[in-house]
Nanobody
Framework: VQLQASGGGLVQAGGSLRLSCAASGRTISFNNMGWFRQAPGKERDFVAAISKSGGSTVYADSVEGRFTIARDNAKNTVYLQMNSLKPEDTAVYYC?????????????WGQGTLVTVSS
């Protein structure tokens, strides 16, 4: 499966962005999916995960209450709604299929999307 994240950009602190992850090559409806991010000079971290049906979600403590993960299996797409953004949210965001629920991804990373939050 190929994963393409989009929707990043420059936003002021307190603003919002909606990221999309479009999958191609095969359906992702049989996969738990997750969002991860990598800030400059840091390791890639877990952000959020959603189950195959969308009925279960898990969030990192740092984004709980501000971010919402969702999916549309008919569109083969996963979303990340990000509200009340903070400068520390600045990172390249990636989506991935989840190997072990909720935060262990398969080691395949498609193209990420850069989110920059200015103070």
């Amino acid at each position: 499966v190929q994963l393409q994240a989009s929707g990043g950009g420059l936003v002021q602190a307190g603003g919002s962005l909606r990221l999309s992850c479009a999958a191609s090559g095969r359906t992702i409806s049989f996969n738990n999916m997750g969002w991860f991010r990598q800030a400059p000079g840091k390791e890639r971290d877990f952000v959020a995960a959603i189950s195959k049906s969308g009925g279960s979600t898990v969030y990192a403590d740092s984004v709980e209450g501000r971010f919402t993960i969702a999916r549309d299996n008919a569109k083969n797409t996963v979303y990340l709604q990000m509200n009340s953004l903070k400068p520390e949210d600045t990172a390249v965001y990636y989506c991935a299929t989840v190997r072990e629920w909720p935060d262990r991804p398969y080691n395949y990373w498609g193209q990420g999307t850069l989110v920059t939050v200015s103070s």
